[in-house]
């Protein structure tokens, strides 16, 4: 595939699958609203999508390596990845102090070097936003970093909606700036489309003003649905969707939803650079 997956080309591809001409974003909504979230119109056009174009992605990585950067830019796309990174703690052994810690090098990633930004985040379990909330500044050098949580029965998403609902909205009462949420892999795998799909936009309700992304544990996806989970949690319309690194097989992509402002990686390995092609 050529270019990142915009507003436009969204809509085409729900028109191609409808047998439309074209259809604008607003009117896959509006498609979506009147009853197309069911498991069978969701497979319509989620087994028409094209698959991951590897070659052109391996051409781009090649293509990207030949490139000579100066020491002006280099240094900014380093700044820029260190505003982007979200220091992360999701251990059963956390800890209070543990979480402070964390937000300390959050504010100050290297404490002998003050011109090192900020991170954009530190990401903790439900139970320890309020900590992080009080650790961080609410002024000054280090207040833009935000607290995001996990949510939904992470990491396995394998809980009731009523028990994922109440999971995020403890963590944004809490003070979570964002919330991240795992797509139920087992009910996508089984075909049932529509529930997926409705998790996601119940649980993006939840949110409130909290930012929600959507997390694509692609280890545990065959490599030909990659694609077709991507389109469908794009369409409940969260601000991003990122795969879930450390898995076997796990393709570490962030993608960006049209018409909104993303940031965010993951120390243990996330990217979020252009949508990849």
């Given amino acids: 595939m050529g270019g990142s997956v915009g507003a436009d080309s969204i809509g085409d591809m729900v028109a191609a699958q409808v047998g439309q001409s074209q259809m604008t974003l607003s009117q896959a909504r509006d498609w979506l609203s009147n009853g197309a979230n069911s498991d069978a119109a969701l497979r319509q056009v989620l087994h028409g999508l094209p698959g991951v174009d590897e070659v052109g992605a391996l051409g781009r990585v090649a293509g990207l390596a030949t490139r000579s950067i100066k020491k002006d830019a280099k240094m900014a796309a380093l700044e820029l990845a260190v505003r982007m990174v979200d220091l992360t ?128 544990e692609t280890g545990e996806l065959l490599a030909a649905l990659h694609q077709q989970v991507v389109e469908q949690a794009r369409r409940a319309y969260p601000e991003q969707i990122r795969a879930k690194p450390g898995l076997p097989g796990g393709l570490v992509h962030q993608y960006q939803v049209p018409d909104r402002v993303l940031g965010g990686a993951n120390a243990a390995g996330d990217l979020d650079p252009d949508p990849p092609p």
């Fill in 89 to 216: 703690t999701l251990e059963g052994a956390d800890t209070p102090g543990k979480v402070r810690g964390l937000c300390t090098k959050a504010v100050r990633p290297d404490p002998a070097d003050p011109a090192v930004p900020p991170v954009a985040a530190v990401c903790v379990y439900p139970d320890l936003v309020a900590v992080a909330k009080g650790a961080l500044p609410a002024s000054g050098p280090g207040s833009s970093v935000a607290v995001a949580s996990v949510a939904t029965a992470f990491p396995s998403g394998r809980a009731s909606l009523a028990v994922k609902l109440a999971d995020t909205a403890d963590a944004v009462a809490a003070g979570a700036d964002e919330i991240d949420m795992v797509i139920d892999r087992g009910a996508f795998l089984a075909g049932r489309y529509g529930q997926v799909y409705e998790e996601i936009r119940t649980v993006k309700e939840a949110c409130g003003s909290a930012h929600l992304k959507v997390i694509l």
